[in-house]
């Protein structure tokens, strides 16, 4: 059974950083995919970075140049540096992966979910 846990999450001011962690019970190397999705009250779930196994991220307009995506292999964990955080990156932030080889085209092509980790950016 595999499990992601988030971390890293809290209350920022406009202009701040966080850095979210996604720790995984299995070699985060048998995901062909990953990625880190967010979703606002009354939102849909939106994706923020996607990446696959040896392949390059992407990251969703919003985000990109503020946030950026890491990984430690050796701890089998993937981290969300979050830079320039404005009022609208508030939401809950979830980390997910699957094993299928091709790549998701949404949030149903994913099979594994964290419980997610609330980020508040307001002052």
């Known amino acids: 059974q595999v499990r992601l846990v988030e971390s890293g999450g809290g209350l920022v001011q406009p202009g701040g950083s966080l850095r979210l962690s996604c720790v995984s019970s299995e070699s985060i190397f048998s995901f062909h995919n990953m990625g880190w999705y967010r979703q606002a009250p009354g939102k849909q779930r939106e994706l923020v970075a996607a990446f696959q196994r040896y392949g390059s991220t992407q990251y969703a307009d919003s985000v990109k140049g503020r946030f950026v995506v890491s990984r430690d292999v050796a701890k089998d964990t993937v981290y969300l540096q979050m830079n320039s955080l404005k009022p609208e990156d508030t939401a809950v932030y979830y980390c997910?992966?699957?094993?299928?080889?091709?790549?998701?085209?949404?949030?149903?092509?994913?099979?594994?979910w964290g419980q997610g980790t609330q980020v508040t950016v307001s002052s």
């Open positions: 997910t992966a699957n094993r299928r080889p091709s790549r998701p085209t949404g949030p149903d092509d994913y099979d594994y």
